[in-house]
């Protein structure tokens, strides 16, 4: 690949990034609003996702995580783990307060969550403790896009064919046309070229053998020429 069509690679893949990333983020929060009102009104919670009429590509469904365990109480957390003595010793810090390590904290929340109540279940003894300072906390529910292979390909496909409309971003064919952005780097390439080909004409010219060259290094920070 020259290096011009390197160049407009990168000038239509940004260009592409940025405007699919400025239409992403509210696209998704209107899915996702969208699907908790589908849920309350009719129970909906996985919708299809079609390119057109009778072509399905993918689903979207609303995930709504279980209650997970979170310490409510870490003093009263820290003081039950501390009652274990010698046993948890080493899970235990001891500073200005008494804490229980981050990585311990978290495998008994994980422990706890899998239960699905505030109790752990002493894998040494069987004994089940009602854990104090745990509670469980409800999680918010969030949006799942499930697009497999053959999804991603017929996109893919329909986008180079320019069949799809997106708001605010413009299909291959619409850059390809050109609009200010990609004249913009466009043209700023072209005065890069420019001054590539000054420069290796410089080069040529022995400009390394220069009074000033040296000089000139310094006020670029110290770097090499290329």
Do not use: C
């Not at 001891?94 to 969550?113: N, W």
């Amino acid at each position: 690949m020259s290096l011009k069509d390197t160049a407009r690679t990168v000038a239509v893949l940004a260009t592409l990034h940025d405007a699919i990333g400025d239409q992403l983020k509210p696209a998704k929060k209107e899915l996702e609003a969208g699907l908790k009102a589908a849920k309350e009104e009719t129970g909906t919670q996985k919708i299809a996702v079609s390119l057109d009429e009778g072509r399905e590509v993918g689903t979207v469904s609303l995930v709504q995580p279980k209650p997970a365990a979170a310490v409510a109480d870490p003093d009263a957390f820290a003081a039950w783990v501390v009652s274990f003595g010698d046993r948890f010793a080493s899970e235990v810090e001891r500073k200005f307060v008494t804490s229980v390590k981050p990585g311990f904290q978290k495998k008994l929340l994980s422990e706890i969550t899998a239960a699905g109540t505030a109790e752990w279940a002493d894998p040494e003894t069987g004994v089940i403790h009602e854990v104090p300072g745990v509670t469980m906390q409800g999680r918010a529910a969030y949006t799942r896009l499930t697009v497999p292979d053959e999804g991603k390909a017929a996109i893919a496909e329909a986008w180079r064919a320019g069949a799809l409309a997106l708001p605010g971003v413009s299909n291959p064919a619409a850059i390809e046309a050109g609009g200010d952005n990609i004249e913009k780097l466009r043209a700023e390439l072209a005065e890069l070229r420019k001054r590539d080909a000054w420069l290796s004409a410089l080069e040529a010219a022995g400009v390394d053998n220069w009074e000033g060259y040296d000089h000139a290094r310094e006020l670029r920070g110290g770097g090499d020429e290329s």
